[in-house]
C-alpha cells in the first residue's frame, strides 16, 4: 500500500458543485502540503499544515479551503468548482528535521476535471 | 521572492546519449536548499537528490550526476548514456524559509520533459 494515498484518483464534476479531496498518510509524519500542477507551470502550493492545529495559507489558495482532521489526514475543499481548477493534485508529507526541509513524500495525484 | 527556471521546456535525445537539464534560482536566504524530482509517464512524484547550500561537492549517483554552482545560481542535473526509461518530467525545486524555526516549504520550477528515443 502507498504511504500516502489520495482519493478519488480522478474525478469529474460540473461548475459550482462542491468537490473534496482527501489524503492519508501512514508515515507518521507532522507536516502535509497540498500541491496543484498544471501543464507547464510546475506545481503550485496550495495549502499545508505543519500539525493537526495548523494551517497556512500557500501560493495559490483562493477558491480552495482545506481541513486536518488528524495527524494522518489532509483534505482539500473546493467549495464551488470552477473550470480553471481543472488539474491534477497532488498532497504530499514530510519529516521535520530542526535545521533543515525534509524531502517530500507525495501522493499518486488526484485528477479533477471540471465542466 | 524565491524562483526556480528550468528554461528547457521539452528535450528530445537518442538514447545512450548524454543530456544536461538545467536550474537557475534565485534566493534570499543565505541558508537553502536544492531538489529534484522526477514525474514519469505514470503521474508520480520520485525524489531524487536533496543539497544544501554549504555543499558545492558534484554528486554522482549511478547514470545520474548534479552540478551545483552557487556563483552562477545553478544546479543542473545529468543523464548519462540516457535509456528509454529516463523518459519523464524532471522538476528542480528550491527550499523557502518560512520563520526562524528553520521551517521550509518548497518552490518548483516549471519542469523539463525529457524524451528518450529508441
Known amino acids: 500500500d502507498a504511504d500516502v494515498t489520495q482519493t478519488p484518483r480522478n474525478r469529474i464534476t460540473k461548475t459550482g458543485k462542491r468537490i473534496m479531496l482527501e489524503c492519508s498518510q501512514t508515515k507518521g509524519h507532522d507536516r502535509m502540503y497540498w500541491y496543484r500542477q498544471d501543464p507547464g507551470l510546475g506545481l503550485q502550493l496550495i495549502y499545508y499544515?505543519?500539525?493537526?492545529?495548523?494551517?497556512n495559507k500557500g501560493e495559490i489558495s483562493d477558491g480552495y479551503s482545506v481541513s486536518r482532521q488528524a495527524q494522518a489526514k489532509f483534505s482539500l475543499s473546493l467549495e464551488s468548482a470552477i473550470p480553471n481548477q481543472t488539474a491534477l493534485y497532488f498532497c504530499?508529507?514530510?519529516?521535520?528535521?530542526?535545521?533543515?526541509?525534509?524531502?517530500?513524500?507525495f501522493g499518486e495525484g488526484s485528477r479533477l476535471t471540471v465542466l | 521572492a524565491q524562483k526556480v527556471t528550468q528554461a528547457q521546456t521539452e528535450i528530445s535525445v537518442v538514447e545512450k546519449e548524454d543530456v544536461t537539464l538545467d536550474c537557475v534560482y534565485e534566493t534570499r536566504d543565505t541558508t537553502y536548499y536544492l531538489f529534484w524530482y522526477k514525474q514519469p509517464p505514470s503521474g508520480e512524484l520520485v525524489f531524487l537528490i536533496r543539497?544544501?547550500?554549504?555543499?558545492?561537492q558534484n554528486e554522482i549517483s549511478g547514470r545520474y550526476s548534479w552540478n551545483f554552482q552557487k556563483s552562477t545560481s545553478s544546479f543542473n542535473f545529468t543523464i548519462t548514456a540516457s535509456q528509454v526509461v529516463d523518459s519523464a518530467v524532471y522538476f528542480c525545486a528550491l527550499s523557502e524559509a518560512l520563520f526562524m524555526d528553520s521551517s521550509y516549504k518548497l518552490i518548483f520550477g516549471s519542469g523539463t520533459r525529457l524524451l528518450v528515443r529508441p
Open positions: 543539497r544544501n547550500s554549504f555543499d558545492e
Open positions: 499544515s505543519f500539525d493537526v492545529k495548523d494551517i
Open positions: 504530499a508529507t514530510s519529516d521535520f528535521f530542526v535545521t533543515s526541509p525534509g524531502e517530500l513524500f
